[in-house]
Structures are given as structure tokens and as C-alpha cells.
């Protein structure tokens, strides 16, 4: 019986193809090999597609295609047509700061504050953008405070809606009798000059205090940088997430810099210490500190620094401490990082031969508080 190679083949038909034998004759009743050439109508085929889901797969590219078309399109004809758009504004207001206070209120943009040689306070603002130009206002509210605040400006949909810049000037016989606060959503906030206190708030952005003198100093941001410098009596910095940096910074009473995740990098002027203590803190990251010599601080009445470190990381101090402060007057200084390094150096950077002794003018040659006649505490 002939068996049909392809099994769809109805058996009572012919092969289409004949077998193939080796070499040689086959006998009935006789083995022999037999080579079977495959049939290319035998061959697999997958099922055929049907017309309708044709139409839908085409249907799905075209959306596909257009798409990849029109977004472009669509992104630059708004960028095109929003550049058109563009406006300049400008305002300018005076006013007079209330006795009880200023209080300076911008959402976005940037913030600069100062004091000014004139006799009049004024407050200028300055936007470009493609929406209606932001509200200016000059209230005073319930505490007798003159508030100066800003309408937030909504942004489109690809971008910021447009630039923004408030200028704020306080004549310095005003100023240094003034409570100034800042407040901004993001921002970047500069304030120079002298004010009596500063309370500076931001919940994304940059704070800046080049140039300020102050008698306290407060900022609180929850994601940004700091950068201190100038002349205050107090300084107190928090921040969730964020840098605390200073340079050339003078405190002569208290400094505090605390930061949930960033790193603190501060370094004091010769002009002044802390008389009351310096505590930095973070829970992420390294804190670095520069403390001026005592013998190069004027009328620095101070018998040495009090330094006490904890962490998980590294602490270097390479600086002259006293460890028993009993009967002694010091600048106590407190570190704490929960991971990361602590350094404490001197502004002017480390000499040989004035590590760890205490010499009252650090010319001795020697490392160790033991052999110096002049030394006032113990070394570290």
C-alpha cells in the first residue's frame, strides 16, 4: 500500500512525486534506503491574515505616523506662536515700610532686596513672558506689617511661562530698624544690606546673603542652596534637602546650620568667633569648617575651641582644642553626620609645626602641648 507524503492528500490519489531509491534495485520483499525529497506544497504556512485585521493594523501605523508628525509640529507651532507673543513689562511703586515690619512675598522669579542711599523705598518689577503680566500689590496686614506680593504667573505647557524679576530697595536709615521677610515658592532670593533681622523662606530655589549685615539671621528652605556671608550676630540655617555653604562669614554670637540631606560647608571670617557656640548637623553628607586662629580674631577673648564630632564617617580636626573646658573660656563647637566625613581646619589652611599645640603665638617648632612653657590647654 501506498502511503501519500502529504497529509492532506486523499489516499485514493496518486503521489505527485516519485520516491527516490539508492543506488541499485529494491526487490520485493528487500530492505533498501529511500531518500523523500519534501514537497514544497507540504510545507508550513501560517494562517492567512484576514482582510479585516489588515485594515486595522494599517489604521494603527497611520495614527502611529501621524502622530510622530504632529507633536513636532504641534511643539514648535506653540513655541512659535508663544514667542510671538512675548511681552515686556514694567512697573515701579513706591512705598513706605511699616514700623512693624516688611514682608516680601514673590512666588516664582528672582528676588534681589537691598538697602539704598535714597529717601524713599521702591519696589520694581520686570517681566517677559508670553502670559498677562503678574499683579503687583502694596498692603499692610493685620500685624502692621507692609506686605509687597506678587501674583504667580501659571506656566504653559511646555516651559515656564516667562522670566520674572522683583527688585526691592530700603533706604538704610529704614532698614536698620527693620524686620524683613522673604518668602518664595521657587526663586532665587538675594538680600544685601543691613537690616535689623531677616527671615528668608523658600520652598524651592537659592538664598543669598552677600553683603548682609544683620543682628539675626534666619533661613528655612526645603530643597535648595544656601550661601551665607556677611556680618550677623545669630545665625540660624535649616534646610530638608539641600547645601549650606559660607564663606568670609562673621558671627559673633551663636551659628546653627542644620540639613536633613546635603553637605555643610562653612568658613569664618578673622573678624569675629561665635562666642556662643557653633552646631552644624546632617544626616547625609560632609561638614567642613574654617575657623580663623584666635590670635588673628581682634579682641577675641577666648582661651581656645571646644570641638566635640559624632558620626559614622571620618572626623580630621586639625585645629588647637581645649578638652577640659572647666574654668576656661571657649568657642564651643559641636559636628554631627550621620554619614559622611567632618573636617575642621583653620581659614588660613594647616602649617607644620602649629598642629596640636596651643602656644599663645604658634612659632614653636614643635607638634606637642607638652614641651611648649606657653601652651593653654591640651592639644588633640
Avoid: C, W
Avoid at 101 to 115: A, E, F, H, K, R
Avoid at 188 to 212: C, K, M, N
Amino acid at each position: 500500500m501506498s502511503f501519500p507524503q502529504n497529509r492532506h492528500q486523499n489516499p485514493s490519489q496518486p503521489n505527485p512525486q516519485p520516491s527516490y531509491q539508492s543506488a541499485g534495485s529494491q526487490q520485493p520483499g528487500q530492505r533498501g534506503s529511500q531518500q523523500v525529497r519534501s514537497n514544497p506544497e507540504t510545507a508550513f504556512r501560517p494562517e492567512r491574515v484576514t482582510s479585516g485585521t489588515r485594515t486595522g493594523i494599517r489604521a494603527v501605523i497611520a495614527i502611529v505616523a501621524a502622530l510622530a508628525v504632529l507633536l513636532p509640529l504641534s511643539f514648535g507651532g506653540t513655541m512659535f506662536a508663544q514667542a510671538l507673543q512675548t511681552r515686556h513689562y514694567e512697573t515701579s511703586e513706591s512705598f513706605t515700610p511699616g514700623a512693624d515690619g516688611l514682608l516680601v512675598d514673590v512666588p516664582t522669579g528672582v528676588v534681589d532686596i537691598s538697602t539704598t542711599t535714597a529717601t524713599a523705598a521702591q519696589v520694581n518689577l520686570e517681566y517677559n513672558g508670553t502670559k498677562h503680566q503678574p499683579d503687583l500689590t502694596i498692603e499692610e496686614d493685620a500685624d502692621g506689617r507692609t506686605v509687597i506680593s506678587v501674583s504667580r504667573v501659571a506656566g504653559r505647557t511646555f516651559g515656564p511661562a516667562g522670566d520674572l524679576r522683583v527688585d526691592v530697595q530700603v533706604p538704610e536709615e529704614m532698614a536698620e530698624k527693620i524686620q524683613l521677610e522673604a518668602r518664595s515658592q521657587v526663586s532665587a532670593v538675594y538680600i544685601a544690606g543691613q537690616f535689623d533681622q531677616v527671615r528668608a523662606f523658600s520652598d524651592l530655589g537659592a538664598i543669598d546673603t552677600e553683603g548682609l549685615t544683620t543682628r539675626e539671621l534666619t533661613i528655612e528652605t526645603k530643597t535648595g542652596a544656601v550661601e551665607l556671608s556677611g556680618r550677623h550676630e545669630i545665625v540660624n540655617v535649616t534646610a530638608d534637602l539641600g547645601t549650606i555653604n559660607g564663606e568670609a562669614l562673621t558671627v559673633t554670637d551663636q551659628l546653627t546650620a542644620l540639613t536633613d540631606a546635603g553637605a555643610i560647608d562653612i568658613g569664618l571670617s578673622t573678624e569675629a568667633v561665635p562666642a556662643s557656640g557653633i552646631d552644624l548637623a546632617t544626616s547625609f553628607g560632609s561638614v567642613d569648617l574654617r575657623v580663623p586662629r584666635l590670635s588673628d580674631v581682634p579682641g577675641a577673648d577666648a582661651d581656645g575651641y571646644l570641638v566635640n564630632t559624632a558620626g559614622n564617617g571620618t572626623a580630621d580636626v586639625n585645629i588647637d582644642t581645649i578638652r577640659d573646658g572647666h574654668g576656661k573660656t571657649v568657642v564651643p563647637i559641636s559636628i554631627r553626620s550621620t554619614s559622611g566625613a567632618i573636617a575642621v581646619d583653620y581659614v588660613s589652611g594647616n602649617t607644620s609645626g602649629e598642629l596640636s599645640d596651643q602656644d599663645a603665638d604658634d612659632q614653636d617648632p614643635d607638634d606637642t602641648d607638652g614641651d611648649d612653657p606657653d601652651a593653654t590647654g591640651n592639644g588633640s
